[in-house]
DNA sequence: AAATCGGGGGG
DNA sequence: CCCCCAGATTT
């Protein structure tokens, strides 16, 4: 019942909006909604067009790409990425062609390399109009928010779970149409970031958009939680000269060589160091927490701001550490988070003076 | 800088 | 079954 209204909303709004002029929708034969549907694999529609044009250019039929030098294969692929699909496509059209015609079942399809379940079932139902079922991403996005399948579509439990779902909402009749149209939903209106569910033929009754949760869904893959590791960046600022010192890094290690503030284990740490080196703490102020992401680890800083008075006592090791004027830094070479901090100080004073 | 995308292949 | 990869593009 919700199924069949589900696939008549989808086939409605194809009819009115969805894009049928494309090159490979012209004639639903099995050489060219193959050879575009595995184009079409991870490679968006604008990027596929010229390559499609020019490949059916090239090889017009099962027969010419049989027996097209594989080279030739490839310089046709060259610059849309994942050759593999193109030694597959070539592999299989020798396979075909020694075959009498294409296959006309879902298994069949399956054996030949570069097509699994999801372009099998595409190609069978759109060259075919049999109805099968496919899952690609497109599909899943669009049915993990509108049943609000939650985890990442990799594991198999979601991956059978979203496979079941798309098995019951498509339909017997009109599956060549469905098919491109569940597709097409997905590129152009239900997509990753930013969808346009106020103009989605689903949005009324979508459990991801009804429970605010369109931007979690589909769930993610699992990346490895980064370990958080925690410093405190010491901002010492002479109040009469509005000078901030800064320390050279080492050369390895994260932000190796960069200018950036004397960082601590913790806030004692910070203001002992002041007490040790004869650095008169005026008055000190601790200011939020920020994160910054390494590849390997969170960065969890905590700027302490501290005035000091008379800077004239504190000296510098050689070349390790320098005062700088709080305008003049923004030409240094500096991590981005001691940008952006030094930029909230400069705003700070604009408006304290 | 990170996420994405369907199928193949290896542990 | 689970994880990782290819590679160019998008955010």
């Known amino acids: 019942m919700e199924e069949r209204s589900f696939a008549a909303k989808v086939l409605a709004w194809f009819d009115r909006n969805g ?50 030098p594989i080279d030739a294969v490839l310089a046709a692929w060259s610059g849309l990425g994942y050759y593999a699909r193109a030694r597959n496509l070539h592999r299989a059209a ?21 097509i699994g379940r999801s ?19 497109n599909v899943k996005r669009v049915l993990s928010r509108f049943y609000a399948v939650h985890g990442w579509p990799g594991k198999s439990h979601v991956a059978r779970e979203l496979w079941h779902l798309s ?7 009109r599956v060549a149409d469905y098919t491109q149209a569940i597709m097409d939903l997905g590129a152009t209106v239900c997509r990753r970031s930013k969808p346009l569910c106020q103009i989605c033929p689903l949005n009324e009754e979508c459990r991801a958009r009804r429970e605010n949760r369109i931007a979690e869904l589909p769930g993610r893959k699992a990346g490895r939680p980064l370990p958080a590791k925690q410093c405190v960046f010491l901002l010492l600022q002479d109040d009469p000269g509005k000078r901030i010192l800064l320390e050279r890094r080492p050369p390895r290690g994260i932000w190796g060589g960069l200018w950036s503030f004397p960082e601590y284990r913790d806030i004692d740490a910070a203001l002992s160091w002041c007490q040790e080196n004869a650095v008169p703490v005026h008055r000190h102020q601790t200011l939020t927490s920020r994160r910054h992401t390494f590849s390997h680890y969170h960065l969890d800083y ?33 991590p981005t988070p001691v940008r952006q901090l030094l930029q909230t100080l400069s705003c700070d004073e604009d408006n304290n003076d």
Not at 95 to 114: H, N, S, V, Y
Not at 122 to 137: E, N
Request: aromatic content about 10%.
């Open 19 to 68: 894009r049928k002029d494309l090159p490979w929708q012209q004639s639903p034969e099995p050489y060219s909604v193959w050879v575009s549907e595995i184009m079409l694999q991870q490679t968006q529609v604008a990027a596929v067009i010229p390559y499609y044009q020019r490949f059916m250019e090239l090889f017009p039929d099962i027969q010419a790409l049989a027996v097209a």
């Open 94 to 114: 020798e396979i075909i062609a020694r075959q009498e015609g294409f296959p006309d079942t879902l298994e069949a399809w399956m054996k030949l390399p570069g």
């Open 119 to 137: 372009t099998a079932g595409a190609i069978l139902s759109i060259a075919y109009s049999t109805s099968h079922p496919i899952l690609d991403g």
């Open 167 to 173: 098995a019951e909402c498509t339909p017997q009749e």
């Open 302 to 334: 905590t700027p302490v701001l501290v005035h000091t008075e008379n800077p004239k006592h504190f000296v510098m090791e050689s070349g390790g550490a320098v005062w700088y004027k709080v305008e003049t830094i923004a030409k240094l070479g500096v």
